[in-house]
């Protein structure tokens, strides 16, 4: 299947509005209101952080998600994660939805995600006058006005969308997110939504993006900190046209999951890229495991190693580190056939160290993407992992943000 | 019962002497060679890395100590790992715990440890003249000797000594070890050897150690990295002349357990504290789970989050992330019941956020022990773990080390 970039993030799909507006939360006094919306009832899907100290977002929504309710938009806050807040932060959430859902005039839920200072109340004083003001703000090419509005510590905003043809009709999916550690629960949780014009079947869709999000946003990571209002929300409104897809072995659904899962690894890597401190994008590919949920943890290892991150962060060809993250990964291999290159630079083969140009290898950690390449055995499983180096930054952006 | 802290690390114990010398494997010609002797045959125990990338003297110990074979020395050098060094280092291994035996001149057998770079063979060269001069340099007050010879990034020799009474016998027991990370794969392996002069059964003595190392070293992070080289030994000589422990549920045993548990943490909190870059040592409670496995992994959660060790180098008293990490330990608990407490500062009960002065607590996080006790429910279960701040010179040391 071909499919090509386009621009218009979240917008880009046909039907869609989005905007970010200022509602005073954010200290800095940039936008931190944003709203999505479909301009016909969408079939949602999501994928929630496993931690058990939730935010009452990630619970509001859950529940819509699996009763697979029609959604028509989504609205984020930046400055206040609302999370341990608590009854009073619950029925924050609920207003937050029920406005947005007076103000547009729809019937269909609304789902809300929030993401800043854990334990301190939505400031709802400011929300409740912003509310109306964003659903004013609703633009056709508002995606990049929306991504604006829900970073954090994020550097750049991150915005994805590709055009594509499936059972005859042009059909197009984007998305915007935000998250500058894999998750940080005090500023910069993942926060990941998802627009697509294909018409699919609730289950279906929910399949999909949960078989996505296992090869992009589970392969990320900044910190291994998982945080308390982590989601990924996918809306898919069937405006393109094209026949409903109900079925997860069809060609159709075949091409539409290619789709969302480059979607979906696009704004991953953004998120690895923009790691809090990065210097460098951190590819870690691993082949010869049993299976692939074995490679996947065990680039993810080698991708979260502090040593690891600290030794690309020094330019340093520490080999040894990998083999060690390796090791300790939890995945059984022979160590005498262990194979490891960063580059083109084979360090080791058959568990035996190689000679290798010390120099250049220290050279090629200055790039923008630093990829290492890990063989452990003969098995056909495959997996890949996102992170960044390990910086100065990171210690100070992280020590000094509250004080 | 009753025992005290004494000075003499390894040779504290009746029978036991201890040295190190230099043999020229770290490049600063510091001391780098360590041997401590028994003068009798001791009973050994051995817990040893979970990484399946393993050093050649990790295998080599291995074997001895399931086989419980009679020890009666400890080789340890530091300067290069012997790890993804293949069949050559197997073979050094062995020689090096033969040359041992030869200039000891005894039968029992010798365990050898190794610490420093890994990928790299071990100066055989340079090791073999230095062997015959470690026996000889044997004290009966070598412990510090020993103690320094074995360190790599640590800033400080750790050592310990207690005495007690056990069964009408003074008895003794003595530690010394070297990690300035949980586990450094490069530099910084956790090595731990524990002498004693207690009569113990080998099968007694290695579930002792089995135990001792599960609240102790298992309990301490600096930055989630295990190393090939990890490994704790232990022999247990019976100088003390008390009669034979055969029985784990028997009175001296409970004493002995008590002592080698205090041992141990000791030297756990040592190692900790001395986490390469710390600034202080960070003591994580957590209590109310259902039973200790879970309060030590929620513990472990908490004293390993990047995001909690560097709110704490920047005196940050940011509880947020600490009921995230609670929240993504893995360990489930009802959100509602959660209380958590920074020294003497509630900053959270019943899931509700409490308030305090910010100022004061911000100033609690400069001490050199910082405490965090966290509650999550009714459960009997308790668990301690300990860790340091993630600071600047984490990132210096581990970016800068061998280019």
């Given at each position: 299947m071909v499919w090509q970039m386009i621009d218009g993030g979240v917008t880009a799909p046909l039907g869609y509005q989005a905007a970010g507006v200022t509602a005073g939360l954010k200290p800095s006094g940039a936008t931190d209101l944003a709203l999505i919306y479909s301009e016909v009832p969408a079939v949602p899907a999501g994928v929630f952080t496993t931690s058990c100290v939730r935010a009452a977002c990630v619970d509001y929504n859950q529940r819509i998600v699996a009763r697979q309710e029609p959604v028509?938009?989504?609205?984020c806050n930046a400055g206040q994660a609302n999370a341990c807040t608590g009854l009073e932060g619950w029925?924050?959430?609920?207003?937050c939805a029920e406005l947005t859902q007076q103000e547009l005039q729809i019937a269909s839920a609304v789902l809300v995600a929030s993401t800043g200072v854990i334990g301190r109340q939505l400031r709802m004083?400011?929300?409740?006058?912003?509310?109306?003001q964003v659903v004013r703000a609703l633009r056709r090419d508002g995606s990049e006005s929306a991504?604006?509005?829900?970073?954090?510590?994020?550097?750049?905003?991150?915005?994805?969308?590709?055009?594509g043809e499936i059972a005859g009709k042009n059909v197009k999916i984007g998305g915007i997110c935000k998250g500058s550690g894999m998750i940080?629960?005090?500023m910069a949780t993942m926060l990941a939504f998802v627009t697509c014009d294909a018409a699919v079947s609730a289950p279906v869709w929910q399949e999909m993006l949960t078989r996505a999000n296992a090869g992009s946003f589970n392969q990320i990571t900044v910190d291994g900190d998982t945080s308390t209002n982590d989601m990924l929300l996918a809306l898919a409104n069937g405006q393109s046209g094209m026949p409903m897809i109900t079925e997860l072995d069809s060609a159709p659904a075949q091409q539409l999951q290619e789709m969302l899962n480059a979607v979906c690894q696009a704004m991953a890597k953004q998120i690895a890229r923009d790691g809090e401190g990065a210097t460098c994008l951190l590819e870690v590919n691993v082949a010869g495991t049993a299976d692939v949920a074995s490679a996947r943890v065990m680039a993810r290892t080698i991708a979260g190693s502090a040593l690891v991150k600290?030794?690309?962060?020094?330019?340093d060809p520490n080999w040894g580190r990998i083999a060690a993250a390796c090791g300790r990964s939890g995945v059984y291999f022979d160590q005498t056939k262990l194979h490891i290159q960063i580059g083109e630079f084979v360090v080791m083969t058959e568990g035996t160290p190689q000679p290798f140009d010390r120099q250049s290898a220290s050279q090629y950690l200055k790039s923008e993407l630093v990829q290492v390449f890990v063989r452990v055995g003969e098995g056909s499983g495959t997996g890949t992992a996102w992170g960044c180096d390990l910086s100065y930054d990171y210690v100070r952006i992280n020590a000094e943000y509250t004080t």
């Open positions: 028509q938009a989504i609205l029925r924050n959430a609920v207003e004083d400011l929300l409740r006058p912003a509310i109306p991504a604006r509005a829900i970073i954090t510590t994020d550097l750049v905003t991150k915005s994805v969308a590709l055009s940080h629960p005090n600290s030794a690309v962060f020094g330019r």
